[in-house]
Structures are given as structure tokens and as C-alpha cells.
């Protein structure tokens, strides 16, 4: 979850990795190659899933109501003050077929007690989102050591998840404890979400969510994901078939709409309440943005404020406790969802939860991620297979966690109120208002640590993996940091003005 690519902060989570279609990202890759591979997220490596959709609301308006032959397609025939005419004749006319629509639906007392009580269990909350490949079991096990509550699955395709395909059966796998699960799918089918459905409950899992934020290729070209919001009307059908019969409550991840110019994320909440989904979790960018602007948390807002609201979850751009924390008392929202910023620091739900940050030096991060690889070696297997398996995530969780940097809110949280920290503050190589006056000045590990070569990155999860103490792991990368942090740092420099140094998740553009 998040990455999380191709902006200027950061990895997005999904690695294009040589020879493997990459299934989805953080927020989307591009690649999602068309085999569904064995990718066991809870057990066993293999392409991942994109996970991270998001709305946004913006005031009815005819460019907002696009979809379904909506009025931005009549309008565009037109030119001028026949334009204005007709493109206020397509509104009404959507708009009247919309209220059919809606009346034509049927909610049972009992889905929407069901939906009532998993609402108040979110109330409040920072959810940890659905994180393509960071959402392994091991990882989701790491954050509930560290105050998280609620979780979720990565998305799995519902037709290979009804199928039996082992890589996205292991969607359905909790970890100990892990009551608040909620199971991401990407489906268009009824008959897939309520086999989904029927699974989830099997496993445990408290709701399931409907993933239509998707951004990538393969989602789109299967019909699935945030493509589906272009068609608002057909996917409250789809939401209303679903949770008519379904064995769990459903919520629905979406995005503010395709692009600028068609954000109908008003209409699609409209559409989606009425269909019965429980909760609405927007994200606050479009399909076309992916990762690449901050996200718009005054449409999310806008939504979640609007009167006769349907519960909303708010998701984008937070990476501190008081981001969240604010987030939750001014949007409007229920809860708050966070992706990338769990990637970067999975103690931010502690933070949340004390409301105050755990300031943490190059060691106790140390002790912190060898306390992940202990229960990736517990989960895979402490042997030459079980570092296999945990390879597939080991090193691409640094292109991460070389990104955490402090943020005192003494110092950064009247600046987060202008702009999004985490797309300004994880990519400074030093912090002068920290009063870190250049790299050389800072400790050599601290040093290693925030650098953003993928080989450094192996090295260290090697280190973290093989060293039997922290103190024998801290001397380890004392060593690499005299020896081969220079040339590392060099490489990344070179690459970056080659326009090749950034990391895969950096050049794919985070999966949306």
C-alpha cells in the first residue's frame, strides 16, 4: 500500500521487476501482466495487485456527470449557447434516470444493520490500506504490533479468487488477531462478488471492498478497476446485485473520477448509497493521476460534508500522525486510510494512537525492521527457501523506508496544512530545520539508511536478515556504509541525471 513511482517522492508499491509482469502497484503500475502468477501476499512471493482507489466530490456540474452517455458526450456535438443548452438538457435528463434508478434499488433491513455496525467499527480509525505486494501477512502483523486496527487484503481478481488460484486465495489468509480484515476485490460480475463474498466470510474476513480505483492496463482491459468509473450507474447495478445477497457488508474504493475534466465523484457516492454500499473510501486523485499531483482532500471533504452524505473514508498524501489526526476532525470523513505513509513508517499508527511521534535514530529503526524480518522468517521460513520467498519483499520495503525523515510537528505541522509532507519532505537528503547541515554530517548508518540505490537497499535487507543481534546487524552496515555507501550514493546521482537512477517504483508512477 502507497507507494507506493514516477513522481518526485518516491516509490509507489510495485516493482517492475526483470521478466515479471508486475500486478499492479501501490497505486497501480502500469504492467500488470496478464498471467495471474502464484502471489501469495500472505506466504509465498509473486506479482502483486494494485489496491489503492480514491474519489473525490466536486459540486454537480456538467463535466461531473460523465459516464453512461452522460452530458459531457452531448454536449461536445454542440458549440456555444446550444452547448450550455444542451449539455443542461443531458444533466437533467441523467439526472432523472439516475432517481429511477435509485428507486428501482432494494436494501434489506438487515444489510443495512450490518452496514450501520461495521461503520461504527471504522468510526475513527487509520486503516491501513490495501498495499500492492507491502500487504503481506508478516508486514500487516508488524503494523498491528504498532496500533493498527483495521486492515486489508491486497485486491485479489475475483474471477481467479473464485477460480482457486492459489495466489489470490492467499488474499483470504488473516494473521493472528487480525479481526478488523477487510478482503479487496476487483470484479464486474455479481455472481464473482457474492463467491468473493461467500469466501471472505469463510475466512474471517469483517467486509469486503470493491475496488473501482484501480488505475493500470491490466485492471482496465479486464473491465475492472477505476475504469469502471466511467460508467457510474452500471457499477451501482453491479454494488446493488452484490449486496442484495452478499454474506459481509461492502464498501466501495474509488477515485474523484478518469481525469480533471471528468470528476464525477459526487454522482458515483450519490449512485453508490443508494445501491446499499456501506461506506464509500475515496482517494482523493483521478485515474489519470495516479500519484503524480497531491491529492484533493476539499473534493473529499466536499463529499463527506454534503448533506444526506453516504460514511466516507478519506484517503491520500498522509505520512504523520497529525496529518491523520486532522484529516479525521475537519473532513468530515469517518475514518482515514493510509497507504504509503504505513510503507515508510509502520509505526504511525502508534503515533496516531498517542497522538505524538516516536522519534526514531538509525538504531532504533534498526531494531524495528529486524523486528519485521523476524516475523518474515517465522512466517516463510528460516531457511534458504523461506529468504526466497522473502525476497520478493525484503529489499523493495527500503525503497520505503529510505524515505523516513522526523517531522516534529513543532517544526512541520503548520507546513503541512500548505502542502502534503510526503510529497515534499521524503526526498530531502538532509534536513537543515533538523539541524543536519549536509550528508557528511550525518551518522554514517543514518547515512546508509535513507539511501535510494536499489543495491544498498539488498545489502541492507541482507544485513537485517542475516545478522543474529542488533548489534551485529548495526556493525554490518557500518561496514557498508564506509565501504559501499559512496559508491551507491554516486550511482543514484548518476542515475538521476540520467533520468534512470530512480527506483522502479519511482519510474512506474505509483498504481494510482
Known sequence: MHHHHGHVHGPQPCNHAAGRACRGCVGGGDARGSVVAAADSSSEPGPAHSAEPAAEAEPAS??????????????????GQDSEAARAASVR?????????????????????????????????????????????????????????????????????????????????????????????????????LAASALAKASGARWMDLNCGCPIHEASRRG???????????????????????????????????????????????????????????????????????????HISAIAKSPDAMPVIGNGDVLTHYEARRRIDESGCLAVMVGRGALIKPWIFREFRDNAELPLDAAARVGMYRELYGLMRAHFGDDEMGRKKAWYFAPWHHDFFHRYRSLPGSVYEQQSHEHALIMTRTNQPYDLLLGETSLDALDPIERLLRNESPDAHGAIAAALWDSPSDAECMAALGRLADLDGPRWEAEARAGGERGGGRSPQREADERG
Open 93 to 193: 435528463q441523467t439526472e432523472a434516470e439516475d432517481a429511477e434508478l435509485c428507486k428501482s434499488f432494494s436494501v434489506p433491513q438487515a444489510v443495512l444493520d450490518a452496514n450501520a455496525l461495521l461503520v461504527e467499527d471504522l468510526r475513527g480509525e487509520l486503516i491501513l490500506a490495501p498495499l500492492t505486494r507491502g500487504n503481506h501477512g508478516p508486514f500487516r502483523a508488524f503494523c498491528m504490533k504498532h496500533g493498527c486496527r483495521v486492515t486489508m487484503s491486497e485486491m485479489a481478481f475475483g474471477k481467479e479468487l473464485v477460480k482457486g488460484i492459489r495466489g489470490e486465495r492467499a488474499r483470504l489468509r488473516r494473521v493472528e488477531g487480525e479481526d478488523m480484515y477487510g478482503l479487496q476485490i476487483a470484479t464486474k460480475t455479481i455472481a464473482e462478488g
Open 62 to 79: 456538467p463535466s461531473s456527470n460523465g459516464g453512461d452517455g452522460g452530458p459531457a458526450q452531448a454536449a461536445r456535438v454542440f458549440g
Open 224 to 298: 475492472v478497476g477505476a475504469i469502471m468509473l466511467s460508467k457510474p450507474a452500471k457499477l451501482a447495478r453491479l454494488v446493488n446485485g452484490i449486496v442484495r445477497e452478499s454474506e459481509l457488508p461492502l464498501t466501495v474504493k474509488i477515485r474523484l473520477g478518469e481525469s480533471e475534466r471528468k470528476i464525477n465523484v459526487e454522482r458515483v457516492t450519490r449512485l453508490l448509497k443508494a445501491a446499499g454500499a456501506a461506506a464509500v473510501i475515496i482517494h482523493g486523485r483521478t485515474m489519470e493521476q495516479r500519484y503524480r499531483k497531491p491529492a484533493s482532500w476539499d
